[in-house]
């Protein structure tokens, strides 16, 4: 096989954080500058018992960004969870959207500089908690916030 039986696509995978007042699944702060293991609750911490509630306004702006993009708005998405060993996701895994998301088959059109006009195509926009924040202090030790 020659170069020329290869196409190149590239990929990307962009994250925005969205400003909402509270955590998508909780009613916690996601203000920044507060002292470590502050803004947690037992929600959260996935304390037995406890159900996570979704941000009415994480789903708003989601959608927002989908009609934004030219993206086909689900009315039947879902959430799942993804399992993760990380020191900032006292849980142990965090909720996201992959095979059922919000937003799917989008767009955005750009212009060259020789004025044609190309399509860029979006996958999918979906939803999905922060894990958390590692800070370190003066001393190189980590808090988790």
Known sequence: MSREDYEVVVGLEVHAEL?????IFC????????????HVCPICMAMP???????????????KAGLATNC???????????NYFYPDLPKSYQIS??????CEHGYIEIEDKDGNKKK????RIHIEEDAGKLNHDEFGRRNSS
């Open 97 to 102: 959207q992959y095979d059922k998301p919000l």
């Open 72 to 82: 086909e708005i689900s009315r039947d998405s879902k959430n799942d969870r993804k």
């Open 120 to 123: 860029i195509r979006l996958l």
């Open 49 to 63: 018992g406890t159900l996570p509630v979704l941000n009415e306004k994480v789903v708003e702006y989601a959608v």
């Open 27 to 38: 009613s916690c702060p996601t203000s920044f500058g507060a002292a470590p293991n502050t």
């Open 19 to 23: 400003s909402t007042k509270t955590k």
